[in-house]
């Protein structure tokens, strides 16, 4: 079997190399090539795999196949030299996320006993599930504040490989059901997790650390956080965000959250002002149209709405009894409180769907919607013809 070196294990920070192509295969329009040594890591452990360039053609994907690491290309290689690099700011950010992820479940387990149970490390998140039933304030404040405690300190992250008979000499954090040698990631004293990643080599590298929201998940709580560059354009964008907001209110950012809670209640004050007014207006126009008309009331209101409409009807109701008909837009909304059996559901099956208006109702109140308005006014003719003077 070849042996082919793993260098993003043994300096996760080489960026470049020059090394030799050991076997390149065609296939489904893509390229398989296999290196000497590398500095490509694979998708594995939950790690996505590196980007970067091999002789200036990109690398679509890296994987591992019996101990073997592929690179898929977008086109074949020429000659017998490699010259690989690095997609670097991919590679710090999985391993910031990574390592973080490590110093965040040792912390929540040294602190609170809850285990991790899964991770996730992707484009858009990082998460982990852990045994807990919720999360408080205080738990997510101190396990935070210990995590970054621990990154300032600046300890290293060793990694090593132990034989099975070793492994009770190590207080591993979880033992994996897996045969033969185990590699180990220590965060110095802190925490020794069997881990095949990649890892930053000492805590200060991950820079910060960040819990973003919790939820609960399947009996477990779902913790969401960022790392390192991402913990910072995340900053960033949050900044611009209190800024624009601070900005729009005029309002220095302590007071953004009081300043906004006092503008929703002022908007909540002035819906309630708005539906009194229309509610007063409604009446008026109902005064007006009982006034000079009769059944069937025929209003037309183009601006309307539904529910403007609805209450129209409803207060010319409350003065007099009959049908009355809103022509509101692209809509007709019909109600009435006669005592005989006339139903609008029924009349606007009867009469609009055949004309291609789509809606419908109850014996007393129904609505109709035309796209055509030539169907409308023919569904109002119609109307008119079969409500007569009830
Ligand atoms: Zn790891």
Redesign the pocket.
């Known amino acids: 079997m070849i042996q082919i070196a793993k260098l993003y294990y043994s300096d996760p920070w080489l960026q470049e190399l020059r090394t030799k192509i050991l076997s390149q295969k065609q296939e489904k329009g893509h390229s398989f090539v296999v290196l000497e040594e590398t500095i490509f890591y694979p998708t594995g ?3 996505p795999h590196d980007g970067g360039l091999i002789n200036g053609v990109p690398i679509l994907d890296v994987f591992e196949q019996d101990d073997v690491v592929v690179h898929v290309l977008e086109q074949p290689l020429q000659g017998d030299d490699a010259f690989c690099q690095l997609d670097w700011a991919r590679r710090l950010d999985h391993m910031q996320q ?2 973080g ?2 110093l965040l479940s040792a912390v929540f387990h040294d602190e609170y006993g809850y285990r991790t149970e899964s991770f996730h490390l992707g484009e858009e998140y990082c998460s982990i599930d852990i045994s807990a039933s919720s999360l408080s304030t205080k738990e997510q404040i101190a396990v935070e504040d210990r995590a970054n405690h621990v990154i300032f300190s600046n300890l290293p992250v060793l990694t090593y490989t132990r034989h099975p008979d070793e492994y009770s000499k190590v207080p591993l954090r979880k033992v994996p059901d897996i045969a033969g040698d185990l590699r180990i ?1 220590e965060i110095q004293g802190l925490d020794y ?1 069997p ?5 930053v080599t000492a805590t200060s590298q991950i820079g910060l650390l960040k819990i973003s929201k919790w939820e609960k998940y399947k009996g477990m709580v779902r913790v969401y956080f960022l790392c390192g560059n991402r913990a910072l354009r995340d900053y960033a964008r949050k900044q611009t965000i209190c800024g624009s907001l601070g900005s729009l209110l005029s309002v220095p950012e302590t007071e953004l959250y009081d300043r906004l809670t006092q503008e929703i209640e002022r908007r909540q004050e002035l819906e309630r002002r708005v539906a009194e007014l229309k509610s007063e207006l409604a009446a008026h126009q109902a005064k007006s149209i009982v006034a000079t008309s009769q059944s069937p009331f025929y209003v037309e209101a183009p601006q309307a709405t539904v529910e403007e409409a609805q209450q129209l009807a409803r207060s010319i109701m409350d003065l007099a009894t009959g049908v009355v008909i809103v022509s509101a837009g692209e809509r007709v909304i019909l109600a009435h409180n006669l005592q005989d059996k006339l139903h609008l559901g029924q009349l606007i099956k009867g009469k609009a769907h055949p004309l291609g208006g789509r809606g419908g109702g109850s014996a007393n109140g129904a609505q109709v919607y035309f796209t055509d308005p030539s169907a409308q006014k023919e569904f109002l003719r119609l109307l008119n013809e079969e409500l007569g003077q009830r």
């Open positions: 452990g939950g790690q990574h390592s992820q490590h990631v997790s881990c095949s990643g990649t890892h």
